[in-house]
T-cell receptor, first 115, second 117 residues
């Protein structure tokens, strides 16, 4: 079985300051890990993905995440927050060796960006 | 390339009724997955269809069902609606290629917001 824990349900940052969203996962198999973002009344957009290549993954809009197997973590960071980053972020895990697609989502972290 | 489309976008039903939601995947994508999003339970996997066959299933009661057509379009049906079925239902499509270490990026539609009164 696989699971994802997002350690913060809400994060508040000032514009121009760094953002850190924390994620820990549990997986019995070789995991693929993702971060998705959901803006209000919109669908989910993929920010970045880890699929066993480089452990430091760069995504869109300046986001990056580092896969740390020893810590079972996949934290998301951005050096400088922008107002448009206000949204809900989901850390997601799937079993890379399984046929098909079954994503397991974390509970989400809602990011507020203050001017 | 057109994205994933879902119809209708909003739906209001009453308890006991049934509802059918539709999802059209990105052209060339053969896998369609469905997810339920609620404030209390978050995002939960319902099921996945690939080449008209259910390939994966989440932990939802039998009132939730789906199907996929030969053109990869998918529908999900919820019978005997309950208040707790009020949610945003998201559909995602991917190429669906199977195999060890395969990876399929899933592209999400905007969702159908179902309200059960």
């Amino acid at each position: 079985a696989q699971s994802v824990t997002q350690l913060d349900s809400h994060v508040s940052v000032s514009e121009g300051t760094p953002v850190l969203l924390r994620c820990n996962y549990s997986s019995s198999y070789s995991p693929s890990l993702f971060w998705y973002v959901q803006h209000p009344n919109k669908g989910l957009q993929l920010l970045l993905k880890y699929t066993s290549a480089a452990t430091l993954v760069k995504g869109i809009n300046g986001f990056e995440a580092e896969f740390k197997k020893s810590e079972t973590s996949f934290h998301l960071t951005k050096p400088s927050a922008h107002m448009s980053d206000a949204a809900e972020y989901f850390c997601v895990v799937s079993d890379r060796k399984a046929a098909g697609n079954k994503l397991t989502f974390g509970g989400g972290t809602r990011v507020l960006v203050k001017p | 390339k057109a994205g994933v489309t879902q119809t209708p976008r909003y739906l209001i039903k009453t308890r006991g009724q049934q509802v059918t939601l539709s999802c059209s995947p990105i052209s060339g994508h053969r896998s369609v997955s469905w997810y339920q999003q609620t404030p209390g339970q978050g995002l939960q996997f319902l099921f996945e269809y690939f080449s008209e066959t259910q390939r994966n299933k989440g932990n939802f009661p039998g009132r939730f069902s789906g199907r996929q057509f030969s053109n990869s379009r998918s529908e999900m049906n919820v019978s005997t609606l309950e208040l707790g079925d009020s949610a945003l239902y998201l559909c995602a499509s991917s190429r669906g290629l199977a195999g060890v270490s395969s990876y399929n990026e899933q592209f999400f539609g905007p969702g159908t917001r179902l309200t059960v009164l």
